[in-house]
Antibody
Framework: EVELVESGGGLVQPGGSLRLSCAASGFTFSSHAMTWVRQAPGKGLEWVSTASGSGISTYYADSVKGRFTISRDNSKNTLYLQMNSLRAEDTAVYYC????????WGQGTLVIVSS | DIQMTQSPSSLSASVGDRVTITCRASQGISNDLAWFQQKPGKAPKSLIFAAFSLQSGVPSKFSGGGSGTDFTLTISSLQPEDFATYYCQQYNGYPLTFGGGTKVEIK
């Protein structure tokens, strides 16, 4: 069974950094693109970033480009999101997601950017 | 960027009703469209991919249709567990983009 477990969320001050992790199990991790999607409180879903199965190709939303870095360690079946220069508008639940079209979702981790 | 426009943004319906939600892309996306269901405080759940293919384990009362720019999600007979917010998303190109959501409420 596919399982995706996010961790690393929490409260951080504006301008600070945080690294999210997503531990994957139940499938061949390196064979699948992996994505971060976020949802601000009371708002809709927003795509953040995607990494190809190898991690060589990465894609970012304009709203996070230059501040966030997606990476993956296929030997550890883990996806990461390094978030720097955090802003209040980055406050959201961050979901890890597997696939390209046919998706499976993690349960999310909450990031709050506030002083 | 490809804009995804969902309609309606909300609807009220009764148990047993047939409900259809529409999603329109600002340019052709072939059938690279997925639908999700989200309940309050929960992660989204995948319902449909490739416009009309049912995700494993999703009941057949959900169906998707369309191609190109116009897509639909239909719930054939609304049940209490179906009251939720539904989102479409295109994966034809980056940036991936979502519709604004349709909240299905009890009448």
């Amino acid at each position: 069974e596919v399982e995706l477990v996010e961790s690393g969320g929490g409260l951080v001050q504006p301008g600070g950094s945080l690294r999210l992790s997503c531990a994957a199990s139940g499938f061949t991790f390196s064979s699948h693109a992996m994505t971060w999607v976020r949802q601000a409180p009371g708002k809709g879903l927003e795509w953040v970033s995607t990494a190809s199965g190898s991690g060589i190709s990465t894609y970012y939303a304009d709203s996070v480009k230059g501040r966030f870095t997606i990476s993956r360690d296929n030997s550890k079946n883990t996806l990461y999101l390094q978030m720097n220069s955090l802003r209040a508008e980055d406050t959201a639940v961050y979901y890890c997601r597997r696939g390209s079209g046919s998706y499976q979702w993690g349960q999310g981790t909450l990031v709050i950017v506030s002083s | 960027d490809i804009q995804m426009t969902q309609s309606p943004s909300s609807l009220s319906a009764s148990v047993g009703d047939r409900v259809t939600i529409t999603c329109r892309a600002s340019q052709g996306i072939s059938n690279d469209l997925a639908w999700f269901q989200q309940k309050p405080g929960k992660a989204p759940k995948s319902l449909i991919f490739a416009a009309f293919s049912l995700q494993s384990g999703v009941p057949s009362k959900f169906s998707g249709g369309g191609s190109g720019t116009d897509f639909t999600l239909t719930i054939s007979s609304l049940q209490p567990e179906d009251f939720a917010t539904y989102y479409c998303q295109q994966y034809n190109g980056y940036p991936l983009t979502f519709g604004g959501g349709t909240k299905v409420e009890i009448k």
